[in-house]
């Protein structure tokens, strides 16, 4: 239920905080006091949409906070998935900051406004008198069936089959596809395969052989640079090796002066040795680089084979055709196990069909038993309503393919007219009648409703009298089961409630304010009076006033 709102910069809204009770409460107030400025912060905070207008002073933040106290398993999955901590005592809150970016928090966790709608959705059911033709569509008319036959667990159960189900369908169909597709084209992919097999490739060959063909291509100025390094090193006259035992037989001498010149020996020896090493490894290369036109040919074949392969490819990367290879083998293996993989899957979607059908049985079953059961408490309420020969009546019907709600199709039928058979209620109910059909829908949904908190926005007008008074003994009853808040500019109804708060103007400073505060037993009355008498307090309306709510 919701605990409390607080808000603060929003609209007329300087800064109010209300605490709601369980039960039924009611929301008054004089038109444009600021009731529809509530209930847009609350929406607000549930994560509809911001608008930069909302701010009442442009240079401070706004900011709507929410708290609300939760026991409902069904809300554990939306935390667990998100990776938010699950705490009975729920704060939602949402900032607007001067600069008009918008921030969401789920107990001072960051979230995104989605978020925060996908959330706020599971708390807090709004409706307004326009909601009414939500009232005809057929995915609302299901979830409110299911709703009452309690099927949410089953529903998960179903959907998580039928998701493989789908899966299953799809992945047989392409496999049907593709063994009906020409043979040509797989035979065209096995050719590119025998040939791709037949080059025989191997890791980091491409690069192996360009080095390879670059050194061959190259052989006289390669073998030229090498006798010359050879020379410089070892084999001139004054070659580097034989500079090094000179340098080393001097510094040899000069230690018997400087003794600190020792260390400087086996420095030029390990020089040296390096040096001699690199002279071997040149003349090694020296002996393996001769210019042979036979393995300079086999080279260019071998460097041209892969090139017109990776050109007949598409691709410019000597891994990207290894990974041709693979794919052309995958899908060549594809075909060549085709049938075993449609009859592997064909048993697989079998199964999963039974097991969906299972299922979908069990749900048809749980929608059916509760139907009459339905039918009858929402007749019996409609009739209250000054429809006194109103019929509410649930066709369902099985579909011939499974769908994502089952194998059902429910349509909400209505009649108001003694001896007029029920039909469609999108086409024979009023405006009026959809409000009152509504309400009292909801109100029988209300028994096993998930939704804690139910709010009316003024969906009574348009009635008075007594629908009125039934109206408000509807609401009373549901605030049993439920939080029930109904804004309502009607006495019958205001009388009803367990707690009464009051929405008002404040224009005692140079900018209007809205306020709300809770009506003390007293105040009631005088509200109540002013409800009645449209405005003048008079005895009678007193009166009266102390009368209603003591019914």
Same mark, same amino acid.
């Given at each position: 239920?919701?605990?409390?709102?607080?808000?603060?910069?929003?609209?007329?809204?300087?800064?109010?905080?209300?605490?709601?009770?369980?039960?039924?409460?009611?929301?008054?107030?004089?038109?444009?006091?600021?009731?529809?400025?509530?209930?847009?912060?609350?929406?607000?905070? +549930?994560? #509809?949409?911001?608008?930069?207008?909302?701010?009442?002073?442009?240079?401070?933040?706004?900011?709507?906070?929410?708290?609300?106290?939760?026991?409902?398993?069904?809300?554990?999955?939306?935390? #667990?998935?998100?990776?938010?901590?699950?705490?009975?005592?729920?704060?939602?809150?949402?900032?607007?900051?001067?600069?008009?970016?918008?921030?969401?928090?789920?107990?001072?966790?960051?979230?995104?406004?989605?978020?925060?709608?996908?959330?706020?959705?599971?708390? =807090?059911?709004?409706?307004?008198?326009?909601?009414?033709?939500?009232?005809?569509?057929?995915?609302?008319?299901?979830?409110?069936?299911?709703?009452?036959?309690?099927?949410?667990? +089953?529903?998960?159960?179903?959907?998580?089959?039928?998701?493989?189900?789908?899966?299953?369908?799809?992945?047989?169909?392409?496999?049907? !596809?593709?063994?009906?597709?020409?043979?040509?084209?797989?035979?065209?992919?096995?050719?590119?395969?025998?040939?791709?097999?037949?080059?025989? +490739?191997?890791?980091?060959?491409?690069?192996?052989?360009?080095?390879?063909?670059?050194?061959? !291509?190259?052989?006289?100025?390669?073998?030229?640079?090498?006798?010359?390094?050879?020379?410089?090193?070892?084999?001139?006259?004054?070659? =580097?090796?034989?500079?090094?035992?000179?340098?080393?037989?001097?510094?040899?001498?000069?230690?018997?002066?400087?003794?600190?010149? !020792?260390?400087?020996?086996?420095?030029?020896?390990?020089?040296?040795? $390096?040096?001699?090493?690199?002279?071997?490894?040149?003349?090694?290369?020296?002996?393996?680089?001769?210019?042979?036109?036979?393995?300079?040919?086999?080279?260019? #074949?071998?460097?041209?084979?892969?090139?017109?392969?990776?050109?007949?490819?598409?691709?410019?990367?000597?891994?990207?055709?290894?990974?041709?290879?693979?794919?052309?083998?995958?899908?060549?293996?594809?075909?060549?196990?085709?049938?075993?993989?449609?009859?592997?899957?064909?048993?697989? +979607?079998?199964?999963?069909?039974?097991?969906?059908?299972?299922?979908?049985?069990?749900?048809?079953?749980?929608?059916?038993?509760?139907?009459?059961?339905?039918?009858?408490?929402?007749?019996?309420?409609?009739?209250?309503?000054?429809?006194?020969?109103?019929?509410?009546?649930?066709?369902?019907?099985?579909?011939?393919?499974?769908?994502?709600?089952?194998?059902?199709?429910?349509?909400?039928?209505?009649?108001?007219?003694?001896?007029?058979?029920?039909?469609?209620?999108?086409?024979?109910?009023?405006?009026?009648?959809?409000?009152?059909?509504?309400?009292?829908?909801?109100?029988?949904?209300?028994? @096993?409703?998930?939704?804690?908190?139910?709010?009316?926005?003024?969906?009574?007008?348009?009635?008075?009298?007594?629908?009125?008074?039934?109206?408000?003994?509807?609401?009373?009853?549901?605030?049993?089961?439920?939080?029930?808040?109904?804004?309502?500019?009607?006495?019958?109804?205001? @009388?009803?409630?367990?707690?009464?708060?009051?929405?008002?103007?404040?224009?005692?400073?140079?900018?209007?304010?809205?306020?709300?505060?809770?009506?003390?037993?007293? !105040?009631?009355?005088?509200?109540?009076?002013?409800?009645?008498?449209?405005?003048?307090?008079?005895?009678?309306?007193?009166?009266?006033? $102390?009368?209603?709510?003591?019914?």
């Amino acid at each position: 239920m919701l605990k409390s709102l607080t808000v603060s910069n929003y609209a007329l809204i300087d800064s109010l905080s209300i605490d709601f009770d369980n039960g039924f409460s009611v929301i008054t107030g004089e038109t444009g006091a600021g009731k529809s400025i509530l209930l847009g912060a609350l929406g607000f905070v +549930l994560g #509809e949409r911001s608008d930069s207008s909302i701010m009442l002073d442009e240079t401070k933040k706004c900011t709507v906070e929410a708290e609300f106290l939760i026991d409902n398993e069904r809300i554990k999955p939306f935390f #667990e998935e998100n990776d938010l901590d699950y705490d009975k005592e729920l704060i939602l809150r949402r900032e607007l900051s001067s600069t008009k970016k918008s921030r969401a928090f789920i107990n001072d966790t960051p979230v995104t406004a989605q978020q925060l709608k996908e959330l706020g959705n599971q708390l =807090v059911d709004i409706h307004s008198q326009h909601d009414s033709l939500l009232l005809t569509n057929a995915d609302f008319q299901l979830d409110i069936v299911d709703n009452a036959a309690d099927n949410y667990s +089953l529903l998960v159960d179903y959907q998580a089959v039928y998701h493989k189900y789908v899966a299953f369908k799809n992945e047989l169909k392409a496999l049907r !596809e593709m063994a009906e597709k020409n043979v040509a084209e797989n035979d065209f992919l096995a050719f590119q395969l025998d040939e791709l097999h037949k080059a025989d +490739l191997q890791d980091n060959e491409y690069e192996e052989v360009s080095q390879q063909l670059e050194i061959l !291509e190259n052989a006289e100025e390669v073998k030229t640079l090498l006798a010359q390094s050879l020379t410089t090193l070892s084999e001139s006259e004054y070659s =580097v090796l034989d500079q090094l035992n000179e340098l080393k037989s001097s510094v040899d001498r000069l230690k018997r002066y400087i003794p600190q010149a !020792e260390q400087y020996l086996e420095r030029i020896e390990s020089t040296k040795i $390096e040096l001699k090493d690199i002279a071997q490894d040149l003349d090694a290369m020296q002996d393996s680089t001769q210019f042979d036109s036979d393995s300079l040919n086999e080279i260019q #074949e071998r460097f041209d084979l892969i090139q017109r392969l990776m050109m007949k490819h598409h691709v410019k990367d000597y891994s990207e055709l290894l990974k041709i290879r693979e794919d052309l083998q995958r899908k060549v293996g594809a075909y060549a196990n085709i049938d075993e993989e449609i009859g592997k899957k064909e048993r697989q +979607l079998k199964d999963c069909e039974k097991e969906l059908a299972k299922l979908a049985d069990t749900l048809s079953g749980k929608r059916r038993k509760v139907k009459v059961s339905f039918e009858k408490s929402v007749t019996d309420i409609i009739r209250q309503l000054k429809m006194p020969h109103g019929v509410f009546e649930i066709e369902i019907t099985d579909t011939a393919e499974f769908a994502v709600t089952g194998k059902n199709k429910v349509r909400f039928l209505f009649s108001a007219n003694k001896g007029i058979a029920p039909d469609d209620m999108s086409r024979v109910a009023s405006g009026g009648e959809l409000s009152r059909l509504m309400l009292a829908i909801k109100a029988v949904a209300s028994k @096993s409703s998930y939704i804690p908190t139910l709010i009316f926005d003024e969906i009574d007008t348009g009635v008075s009298g007594e629908v009125a008074s039934k109206l408000g003994d509807i609401m009373q009853t549901m605030g049993e089961s439920l939080q029930i808040i109904s804004i309502t500019h009607l006495p019958q109804i205001a @009388s009803k409630a367990k707690n009464h708060f009051f929405v008002y103007k404040d224009e005692s400073e140079q900018k209007t304010r809205s306020c709300i505060r809770l009506l003390s037993h007293d !105040e009631r009355v005088t509200e109540i009076a002013k409800m009645l008498s449209n405005d003048k307090i008079t005895p009678e309306a007193i009166k009266a006033a $102390e009368v209603i709510l003591t019914i």
